[in-house]
């Protein structure tokens, strides 16, 4: 099924979720490309009767040139282009900043 005929499913009520779930259990980086082993779960309705499923996923990353970004608030990201094109964006704390040091304003 490709994507747009199950945007569609969701779109009309008749693909529902209830719960869904996704463990990373392998994450392998080979220059610029990572692929990703996940497991997910998920539960819902398909046209109103209840499923449950069990879905193994693989997907493949490849990081964009010089994209790599250290910021201020002591958090890196870079982003990343998928096979389909659709662009995402991953980040994790390098350190612990407060606040008033990288120029937050509460408001």
Known sequence: MGRDSFLAFVASGDLTHSAMDFTVLD?????????????????GKWRGEPFISDEWVTDVFVRRPGDLEDHSYGGRSFSSDDPEG??????QTIREVAPEDWGAVAT
């Open 86 to 91: 659709h662009a995402w964006t991953f980040g």
């Open 27 to 43: 994450a392998r980086v080979y220059g610029d490309v990572a692929v990703i082993l996940a497991h997910g779960t998920n539960q």
